[in-house]
């Protein structure tokens, strides 16, 4: 649960778990202790973007022990940053030009359009952590966001397509 071991790993720790139960807790014991520098940076990251105030550094410390440094990371990173008092009243004139805008920015001052424009907001992360984001699932905007896929018949249409094909290829290797 805390992303010390990947799944391919699973059964041989659950075995070693079961035979060795001292050797099992030292190595959970050890790898505890080599995230929490990571995840003292992730949160130190946090409070630099104005994602986190300082006061709710214990709570993020004790949720990145109990979940581990990778999902901690996952966690701040969804966080919006607060805005501040002054950029808010200046936000209609500095602000009016998008297209300089960072994720953040659009967290703080229109966190509804990247709600409603997934391609947006896979762009701005591609930008801001150099990695390609997927599409949610079929089902993740069935629950979260279905005024989008009413929206956008086009896009319901390809993602019904892409369920479909999953569905298929699952089928196929069962």
């Known amino acids: 649960m805390r992303g010390y071991i990947d799944s391919g790993q ?8 079961r035979g060795n139960q001292a050797a099992f807790r030292d190595f959970v014991k050890t ?23 300082h006061c709710e550094r214990g709570i993020y410390e004790r949720i990145g022990a109990k979940i581990g440094a990778k999902m901690l990371g ?6 919006r940053p607060m805005a501040k008092p002054t950029e808010l009243i200046k936000g209609g004139a500095v602000y009016s030009d998008r297209s300089r ?11 509804q359009e990247l709600e409603n424009n997934p391609e947006l907001y896979a762009r701005l992360v591609k930008a801001e952590k150099g990695e390609e984001v997927g599409a949610h699932s ?35 290797q069962t």
């Open 10 to 17: 699973r059964g041989t720790f659950i075995a070693l778990a």
């Open 31 to 53: 790898q505890g202790a080599a995230q929490s520098g990571e995840i003292s940076r992730l949160i130190d990251e946090a409070q630099a973007k104005c994602k986190l105030l």
């Open 74 to 79: 996952e966690v701040l990173f969804t966080l």
């Open 101 to 111: 805008w960072t994720l953040d920015e659009y967290r703080k001052f229109a966190p």
């Open 138 to 172: 079929l089902e993740w905007y069935r629950k979260n966001n279905p005024e989008y896929l009413r929206e956008h018949p086009e896009f319901y249409a390809q993602m019904l397509e892409q369920a479909k094909r999953e569905r298929d290829k699952q089928n196929k």
